[in-house]
């Protein structure tokens, strides 16, 4: 178990990093303005699965050879940054489907958010050297088993996560509800979750490891 010193501090600073927007706050809002709450949350709980293997990545040492090796560091970055160009475009593309057709088969399918929000979490670079550089900083080598620890740390982390990003994804979603009623509207919602998403990818490709 982390000591409690350690572990109120960790609080603090996660509270921090993850409430202020961030690119995952604005890869959740990009997802409500695509598909709406439904698929905000469903996007949610897949990237922090992505993040939860990152986790159990670093406590098993893997994190500090991305967080070491540049040829590491730069393909995931890579990697991550087509997969959200790439969702950004199809929101971009598929802009002008009316509302009733997010009910028939044209609808994402649970595994198919799953899958590319997961795709996100996992290929994000810049949490797994947040987590191989922050969690040790956190763990009392006498208190126990320190991977123990940093796994604890860890799902305090995503749990925190998934409750703001959660949040975000809501009140994202409730605002495309209310645009639904002008299909203009949603069109270019739509469109600028789309532009978002693309956003986002490209910083992540130009991002640097500070």
């Not at 995931?76 to 969702?87: D, E, P, R, Y």
Request: net charge positive.
């Amino acid at each position: 178990m982390v000591p409690l010193p350690e572990l109120l501090a960790f609080l603090v600073a996660a509270l921090i990093i993850i409430v202020v927007p961030g690119p995952g706050v604005l890869f959740v809002i990009g997802r409500a303005l695509a598909h709406g709450t439904r698929g905000a949350l469903i996007s949610v709980l897949g990237a922090a699965c992505g993040g939860a293997l990152q986790i159990i990545a670093v406590a098993a040492g893997l994190g500090v050879l991305v967080a070491q090796s540049e040829v590491l560091f730069v393909a995931l970055k890579i990697v991550g940054a087509l997969v959200l160009v790439w969702l950004g475009i199809q929101s971009i593309r598929h802009r002008r489907a009316m509302p009733e057709a997010d009910l028939d088969e044209r609808r994402p399918t649970v595994r198919r958010l799953l899958r590319e929000s997961f795709a996100v979490g996992i290929t994000n670079p810049k949490t797994i050297v947040f987590f191989a550089a922050a969690l040790p900083q956190f763990v009392d080598p006498g208190a126990g088993s320190v991977v123990g620890q940093m796994l604890q740390l860890g799902a305090i982390f995503l749990a925190i996560g998934i409750v703001s990003d959660g949040l975000y994804g809501v009140a994202a979603g409730s605002a495309r509800a209310w645009f639904a009623t002008n299909p203009g509207r949603l069109s270019g919602l739509r469109a600028s979750g789309g532009v978002a998403l693309i956003g986002l990818g490209a910083a992540m490709a130009f991002a640097s490891r500070s």
